[in-house]
């Protein structure tokens, strides 16, 4: 499952690059007033009297990106219920070097707009974009020890849980209860609906789009209502192994006492039936959380976290702008990013270990931990998704996208060199 998980996040971190690059040459180009039109195209529907009409970007940062953070959700829930965070001792690393690289680049930021109206963007460097960060551990390949990809992985997740509570606590607009009140009726009916059993996957679609419209409506940004039906998925298999395993033979031998042929069941329905239970007995054997993963991933990777670079990244870079990033704004990412993940990520698991509560990973070093604490300063996808939450003034927001690109290719830069001098020259084969 890990293997599957980090070769999806690898793959899809370039078409991601792809996207970005193409949004950056599109702003800058002379074209670059088609990229403004064509972002703010206006999409939507009306019925009676009601009507919701968003911009294009608007429906992917809201729409989308709610299935981005019900993925995250599902991710977050499994590593708390049977991965990495599921005991103290497994969570105290990663978490630990989450709390610090998301507090340490929040100060630095802080430290350098405090009580000015740039203030607001305190979170956008708190954020790690996994995609980008494993990314560019996998170009090691099996120099790389598993503990680390693990490690790294952990780590990114901690941080996800983080960057959403901050979204949900700190970048939400005045909260209007009856919509609120809405959304816990439509979670209750998806909690009935798994309780009583029902399978169907439209009632599921229509009660999760309902969450989804109370939410968009309550004040709290949209894409909390991902991670809210995330939490309503079972991570377990309904049946226990020996049940399936029953059931699966008893089935499997009513079938070989027949004459089974690809059209036999047609006019058989004991075979049918037998066929029939051991597809629902599979089905119930595989956690649901575990399956839309798995069939969400590649969405997420290739389409939803690249759509969302194409709108989002394309900010104007101007004659001079290595000079716009000494503004408070992109300094404080900047600063945030390259140092305050390094000093908070390395600092924070040095205390955790030294405490007693965590141990380094197996065949991992001190300076491949400094090596993936900078791959955590690349914070693209969440750090631009947390700006556009921050800011309703597009210069401060044109500032900040400068300041997040810059940071995240300086932190990867600094990343890669340092876990290339530090990786060793030949695979270990422990660490395949």
Not at 251 to 270: F, G, I, K
Not at 292 to 321: C, K, M, T, W
Not at 421 to 429: Q, T
Request: hydrophobic share 55%.
């Amino acid at each position: 499952m890990f293997d599957r998980f980090f070769h999806s996040e690898v793959s899809g971190s370039f078409v991601l690059m792809a996207c970005t690059v193409v949004a950056l040459f599109w702003a800058n180009s002379p074209w670059s007033q088609s990229y403004a039109d064509f972002t703010h195209v206006k999409v939507g529907f009306s019925w009676g009297g009601a009507s919701l009409y968003m911009s294009l970007q608007h429906w992917i940062n809201d729409a989308l990106m709610a299935i981005f953070f019900f993925v995250v959700g599902l991710e977050v829930k499994r590593e708390i219920m049977v991965g990495q965070l599921s005991s103290l001792k497994k969570a105290a690393l990663p978490v630990s070097a989450a709390v610090g690289g998301m507090v340490v680049p929040a100060a630095f930021y802080f430290a350098m707009n405090a009580g000015g109206p740039a203030a607001p963007g305190w979170g956008i460097p708190m954020a790690t974009d996994i995609a980008f960060a494993l990314g560019l551990l996998a170009l090691f390949g099996s120099r790389a020890p598993i503990g680390l990809k693990v490690f790294l992985t952990a780590l990114a997740i901690a941080d996800d849980i983080g960057a959403v509570l901050v979204i949900a606590f700190f970048y939400t607009g005045n909260l209007k209860f009856g919509a609120l009140a809405v959304t816990g009726i439509f979670m209750l009916l998806i909690a009935g609906a798994r309780a009583v059993g029902i399978r169907r996957t439209g009632i599921y679609l229509l009660l999760a789009t309902g969450v989804w419209l109370s939410v968009l409506t309550s004040g709290i940004h949209a894409t909390v209502a991902g991670i809210l039906v995330a939490m309503l998925v079972p991570i377990r298999a309904k049946i226990e192994p020996e049940s399936f395993m029953q059931r699966a033979k008893d089935r499997l031998a009513e079938l070989e006492s027949t004459t089974l042929t690809r059209d036999s069941m047609v006019r058989d329905n004991t075979q049918l039936h037998a066929l029939d239970d051991i597809h629902e007995a599979s089905g119930d054997m595989i956690p649901p959380g575990l399956a839309l993963e798995h069939r969400l991933h590649p969405v997420q990777s290739f389409l939803i976290l690249p759509l969302f670079a194409l709108f989002n990244a394309g900010v104007y870079l101007g004659g001079d702008a290595l000079g716009q990033t000494t503004d408070p704004i992109a300094l404080g990412i900047i600063l945030g990013l390259v140092l305050g993940k390094q000093i908070g990520v390395l600092g924070f698991s040095w205390l955790s270990i030294k405490s007693g509560w965590a141990d380094l990973p197996d065949g991992v070093n001190w300076r491949q931990i400094w090596g993936v604490s900078c791959l955590a300063g690349v914070g693209f996808t969440m750090s631009l998704f947390i700006a556009e939450l921050a800011f309703d003034d597009p210069t401060q927001i044109a500032k900040a996208k400068l300041g997040i690109l810059a940071a995240s290719l300086l932190a990867g830069v600094i990343g890669y060199s340092i876990l290339r001098w530090s990786l060793p020259k030949v695979a270990n084969p422990a660490s395949r």
